[in-house]
C-alpha cells in the first residue's frame, strides 16, 4: 500500500469507500454526514493532513488528522472491509500519528462510536486507551 496526501481526483472513490463503511454516510436523512462535504470542509483546513491508501491505484483506505497545538486528532480511517486484517489500517494510523510527531503533536485522540465495540480492540493493540473524560458535543 502507498500512502500519500488526498488528491481532489480520489474523491469519487473515497465517498464510495466511506458509504460502504460508515454506514451513517449512505443515510441521506443526516445532511451533517454528508461525505462530499466532510472532504470540502477538511480541504479547507490542514488538509495537508489528508491521507489515501491506494494498492495498484485504487483507493482502499483514508485517515484524515487534525492539530490544533494542543492535542491531535485522527478522524474517518476507513479500510475497504474486504481488505481488512493485512495491516493497512494500522499502516495509516501509524502514518498519521508520525506526521502529527513531526508536528510536535504531544499526544492523539479519536473517538469511536460507544456502539462499535469491535473497533476498541484494534485502537488498543496500537496501544490507544480510553481517557476518562466525558465527550460532549453540539452541532452547529
Not at 496526501?5 to 469507500?17: E, K, M, N, P, T
Not at 441521506?28 to 462535504?37: E, F, G, I, T, V
Amino acid at each position: 500500500m502507498i500512502i500519500r496526501s488526498f488528491d481532489a481526483g480520489d474523491r469519487d472513490a473515497v465517498i464510495a469507500l466511506w458509504r460502504d463503511v460508515f454506514p451513517e454516510y449512505a443515510d441521506a436523512s443526516r445532511p451533517q454526514r454528508d461525505p462530499a462535504l466532510s472532504i470540502a470542509n477538511k480541504m479547507k483546513v490542514q488538509p495537508e493532513l489528508f491521507f489515501v491508501g491506494a494498492v495498484d491505484g485504487e483507493v482502499i483506505g483514508t485517515v484524515m488528522a487534525g492539530y490544533d497545538g494542543h492535542r491531535g486528532w485522527v478522524y474517518s480511517l476507513a479500510v475497504t472491509p474486504s481488505l481488512r486484517g493485512r495491516g493497512y489500517g494500522r499502516a495509516l494510523m501509524m502514518h498519521a500519528e508520525a506526521v502529527l510527531a513531526k508536528l510536535g503533536c504531544p499526544k492523539v485522540n479519536l473517538q469511536i462510536l460507544s456502539v462499535k465495540t469491535e473497533l476498541r480492540g484494534f485502537y488498543e493493540k496500537l496501544g490507544y486507551r480510553m481517557d476518562e473524560v466525558v465527550s460532549l458535543g453540539k452541532r452547529l
